[in-house]
């Protein structure tokens, strides 16, 4: 049984991801509280002024010098740098590789070797760990930096480059460009190699550059070309390289865009990191290649997210769960109320326990649509739809323009109902990982009834089908708890149950499917998050035990024995967690997914 929500699959797509920016005097970006001569205010960049932003970056080294494949290497922070930077080197028919700004200098050391770096480009004056590396490694290291300047049209951007080919070294002089007219920006007359000395510089004699202005060239088509080059969450192994095209990424806006019908009215507030395939795809380009805006604050902060979200006038967002519990915890001083503008809430990256859903739809007025995605298929998979069509709790609804089936260990589909491997395919999954033909051998099935169709990528998640086509999600293959032999999820869900449909006029009827482990804890007063993972057991081979964050009020009467009592009331016996382990932090990887591996590392050397 297959589910899949076709959209137009013939729809024609722009060339790169570049053609597929708009060029028009809409805002596209905002970025909250840019500092600008000491003060803090709204910095607003149009979709003529990001394209012209981005030609100059593009017609400066060491952009102009990329060739086809060159990947390269960004650990910057959200920002007006991190966007002119990805599409500069997108344009180029370059690879886009971002990192995390807060790597260490291991981590960095691997994924500059993995992704064989050609450049690495950092903001001004900051990421000493990613210039030590580079140093190390003897890749180039670059310096950009948007600033504004104040003219009497408003604040217009300038941008300068400079070359650091030192980790300790502040570089003495830049490019620093501000454009004669907004119809053209000129290209430099330096010749130096991306690792040259030498700075590149504007010429006065300006020219056009290409894709950017009247009377641009036009566009190469980039397609068949890799775009962007991520790298697994590595939470259950060694992080593996994820190439994708233009033509996977573009496919994959069309669905989303498609999805949750974005148009220019729409306006998000991006709280993931775009070094994230979530932030990147999921929000920001989805938004952009929409005709939108997106508002880009440097990180996610609680404290802000609603002033921002009111007074941008946003009209979705997308975030993992724990932001959402975030949000839902800190409600009373931050949650001011809402415009009305609210059309939809998104959560993605894990499961959303259907407390939570509930919550958030009760308390900021909107309906929450749980969607299904990974890096392998260049973010979303499926998703729930819209109002007022059909929503399920607990299900992360139907594949859109996407392929998704369950199926046996030996690639046979399986029926409704019946629990097995998620596999997906579509012209927007990638087609293997970078140099790991183990992964890729192990990684595929082929389509049982045509040999010559599209193979199915193993997602390693388990789950099931309704009879409607629903997918219910019920955890990670490698997740999976065997306490003597009983395999258990920490996201569990009974497969004999039926789902519960939502309406837009009811966020959620009081019949919901048996709870899953971490969930179930979440439905307990007091409780602010919860996180099931295995121990070994000298008995049972493993099992369960879970770390839970109590909220302040409930913290001098929701003890360890209180939970347990609770949890035996809505959970079968032997899922009840063998310890309850109460704690002030539970940990997460970069994007908040709850790192269940660390848990059981950490607790299985403290009784070691």
């Not at 597929?20 to 979709?47: E, H, M, Q, W």
């Amino acid at each position: 049984m297959a589910s899949n929500h076709s959209f137009e699959t013939t729809v024609k797509l722009p060339k790169s991801l570049n053609d597929a920016l708009p060029d028009s005097t809409r805002t596209a970006v905002i970025i909250p509280n840019r500092v600008k001569s000491g003060k803090a205010s709204p910095y607003r960049v149009s979709y003529r002024e990001l394209r012209l932003v981005i030609g100059l970056f593009t017609s400066l080294p060491p952009f102009n010098k990329l060739n086809k494949g060159d990947k390269v290497a960004f650990p910057i922070p959200n920002s007006l740098e991190y966007l002119a930077v990805f599409f500069a080197v997108t344009g180029r028919g370059a690879v886009a590789a971002p990192l995390n700004p807060n790597y260490t200098e291991d981590e960095l050391d691997f994924f500059f070797n993995d992704l064989e770096a050609r450049v690495v480009i950092v903001p001004r004056g900051e990421a000493k760990a990613s210039r030590n590396v580079a140093k190390k490694l003897g890749i180039p290291v670059w310096e950009v930096w948007v600033d504004t300047l104040e003219t009497a049209r408003g604040l217009i951007p300038t941008v300068q480059i400079a070359y650091a080919p030192h980790a300790s070294d502040t570089p003495s002089s830049g490019t620093a460009v501000a454009p004669p007219e907004w119809s053209a920006f000129t290209t430099p007359l330096a010749n130096s190699d991306i690792g040259g000395a030498n700075i590149g510089h504007a010429s006065p004699d300006a020219v056009r550059v290409k894709g950017v202005g009247a009377g641009a060239q036009e566009e190469v088509d980039l397609l068949g070309e890799t775009a962007l080059f991520l790298h697994t969450s590595g939470t259950t192994g060694r992080p593996k390289g994820v190439p994708l095209t233009h033509r996977n990424i573009l496919t994959s806006l069309h669905n989303i865009r498609a999805t949750y019908q974005l148009a220019p009215e729409d306006t998000t507030l991006v709280v993931m990191p775009l070094f994230h395939v979530h932030g990147l795809i999921g929000a920001f380009l989805s938004t952009l290649t929409s005709g939108g805006t997106a508002v880009v604050p440097p990180r996610f902060s609680v404290g802000d997210f609603w002033k921002d979200f009111v007074d941008f006038d946003c009209s979705w967002y997308s975030a993992v769960p724990t932001i959402h519990q975030m949000l839902l915890n800190r409600r009373a001083d931050t949650y001011p109320g809402h415009s009305g503008r609210l059309r939809f809430i998104r959560s993605c990256s894990s499961s959303l326990a259907p407390q939570v859903l509930k919550d958030l739809e009760s308390v900021f007025k909107g309906p929450v649509l749980e969607a299904y995605a990974m890096t392998e298929a260049a973010h979303q998979v499926c998703s729930n739809f819209l109002p007022p069509a059909q929503r399920f709790a607990g299900s992360v609804g139907k594949g859109r323009g996407v392929d998704a089936v369950v199926m046996d260990d030996a690639g046979k589909y399986k029926a409704a109902d019946e629990t097995g491997e998620v596999c997906v395919r579509g012209v927007n999954v990638m087609g293997g990982y970078w140099k790991n033909p183990t992964a890729n051998a192990s990684s595929f099935f082929p389509d049982p009834n045509d040999a010559n169709a599209l193979p199915f990528f193993r997602t390693g998640d388990l789950g099931y089908l309704d009879h409607n086509g629903f997918l219910f999600l019920v955890g990670r293959i490698k997740e999976q708890i065997n306490r003597g032999g009983e395999k258990i999820s920490p996201l569990e869900v009974s497969n004999s149950w039926g789902a519960c449909v939502l309406q837009i006029i009811i966020p959620l009827v009081p019949t919901t499917p048996p709870p899953k482990i971490d969930a179930a804890f979440l439905t307990i007063a007091g409780v602010a998050e919860a996180c099931t993972f295995p121990v070994a057991s000298q008995l049972y081979g493993q099992e369960i035990e879970i770390c839970v964050i109590v909220k302040p009020e409930a913290k001098d009467t929701l003890t360890d024995k209180v939970l347990c009592e609770e949890a035996t009331k809505i959970l079968a016996k032997f899922k009840v967690p063998k310890k309850i382990w109460i704690v002030s932090e539970i940990p997460k990887g970069p994007t908040g997914k709850l790192n269940r591996n660390y848990l059981t590392k950490f607790f299985g050397e403290q009784k070691a």
